[in-house]
């Protein structure tokens, strides 16, 4: 028999606070247009318990993650191998990783991993009988490949798992993958974004003790349809709206129903959750010379592009171009001044859900990788879990690594470091089939 709890928390920072995610932002929050929330789901069988939290958040530092995990086993028992948290990728929340205009306060940040540690306690300390039950859908006009000319490939799935009691569906998670980015730069009020909508439509569907929760896919490659770089570079982008924000949510909320209306019981339903951390190379940077030089001349070729009226599109190259040379020699010294054996540790995670697999990664996957771990699981239902339990940055194709672009250069990682994560990924789920 399966026992599940649910619990919200409302993780809104105080306005003023630095939102994470575009680093043209000019100013810290100047409001609140929708709360931010984290909901964890408790599952308990005969022998494992697992916590499942979801978070409007841009990433997660791994110590906030490893701080919650303490106090989840210190309240409830469960093992930190069975603790998944994620964040939805906003960028229109509190900045906990990047910096670009400061980083959210230490003090919101304590009472943050005591917020969501304590929201597993209460899902925990609400577990009733429950059916667990698991779909999927699909949908296009939401998710685009921002990469290439015709959108394409993306991940259409909408994985859904809905738990019920006594007939009565109690709540949904739902995974579906694409950067929540409709809202770019120039916003500056706090807001959950697309996700935000359809937790709120869903809710509204089945009313008051219904609780829906948004994981995140592997969405490196993937967003509502803007260009990576001019959105780094701040340029105004038309369509980014609240109200496209609106009608993206309430789509992808009405395939989350369709799938609803058919869903399945688990047919068979252990529960399971495993660890492994795995070594992805590095990849080589210049040296802190060559990267401050580039730079520099980066900076000259654009002052003098400006100086002469060159053409705009000549410009805005230029512009791009100066953005790659500050995101390297930022990498440079950031890498200088971290301790590393030409590898980085990263954390695996796998959560075995009666015929549903999630694949959690501390990181954005490209949608390719994705695509092909879903493809090759042992599982007939896999949802890839991005910014889990932490947060690594991208981790592009080797196809985008020789074709370039800011995905590729703000890579921490060498390009064969997406045939090891496939590899070690599926490994992991042939382990818990």
């Known amino acids: 028999m399966i026992r599940a709890g649910l619990q919200r928390v409302n993780i809104t920072p105080p306005i003023g606070t630095p939102l994470g995610g575009y680093a043209a932002r000019k100013s810290v929050s100047q ?13 308990q069988g005969e022998e494992v318990t697992l916590a499942l939290v979801t978070a409007d958040l841009v990433g997660l530092p791994q110590e906030l993650v490893e701080k919650l995990r303490v106090a989840v086993r210190s309240s409830t028992g469960i093992p930190p191998d069975n ?21 959210a306060s230490e003090a919101y940040v304590e ?37 290439t000319p015709a959108g394409t490939p993306v991940d259409p799935q909408v994985g859904v798992l809905r738990v019920d009691h006594e007939g009565r569906p109690r709540g949904v998670l739902v995974n579906y993958t694409c950067h929540p980015v409709v809202l770019g730069p120039d916003n500056l009020l706090i807001t959950a974004d697309f996700p935000g909508y359809m ?32 959105s780094a570079l701040g340029e105004k982008i038309p369509g980014r709206t609240f109200e496209r924000a609106e009608k993206l949510g309430t789509m992808l909320a009405g395939e989350v129903l369709k799938v609803l209306e058919t869903i399945e019981p688990c047919s068979n339903i252990p529960i399971a959750a495993m660890t492994k951390e795995i070594s992805l190379p ?10 401050e ?35 390297l020699l930022k990498q440079v010294h950031e890498r200088s001044q971290r301790p590393h054996d030409g590898v980085k540790h990263v954390e695996l995670q796998a959560i075995r859900i009666g015929d549903c697999a999630l694949l959690a990664f501390p ?33 592009p194709t080797k196809q985008a690594f020789e074709e370039g672009g800011y995905e590729a250069v703000t890579a921490q990682f060498a390009p064969e470091t997406s045939d090891i994560v496939i590899e070690e990924s599926l490994a992991l789920l042939n382990s818990l089939a």
């Open 31 to 43: 409001g609140i247009h929708d709360d931010l929330y984290a909901t964890a789901l408790v599952l």
């Open 83 to 103: 603790v998944l948290v994620a964040a939805t990728h906003t960028h229109s929340g509190p900045d906990l990783l990047f910096g670009d205009q400061g980083l």
């Open 111 to 147: 009472v943050l991993a005591d917020t969501l540690a304590g929201s597993v306690y209460a899902a925990w300390c609400s577990l009733q009988p429950a059916e667990v039950e698991v779909g999927q859908g699909w949908i296009e006009g939401i998710g685009v490949n921002r990469r």
């Open 199 to 230: 937790v709120r439509v869903l809710e509204w569907v089945f009313g008051e003790g219904f609780t829906a929760m948004f994981t995140n896919g592997a969405a490196g490659d993937i967003n509502t349809g803007h260009s990576a770089e001019l």
């Open 282 to 291: 590095l990849k080589p940077l210049p040296s802190l010379k060559e990267a």
């Open 293 to 327: 030089a580039s730079a520099k001349q980066k900076e000259q070729a654009l002052t003098e592009l400006i100086q002469r009226k060159a053409p705009s599109e000549l410009v805005t190259k230029a512009r791009i171009e100066k953005l790659y040379a500050d995101l």
């Open 363 to 395: 990181g954005e996957l490209f949608v390719e990788i994705g695509l092909e771990i879903k493809a090759k699981s042992p599982f007939r239902y896999t949802y890839i879990v991005g910014y889990a339990n932490g947060y690594v940055g991208y981790v």
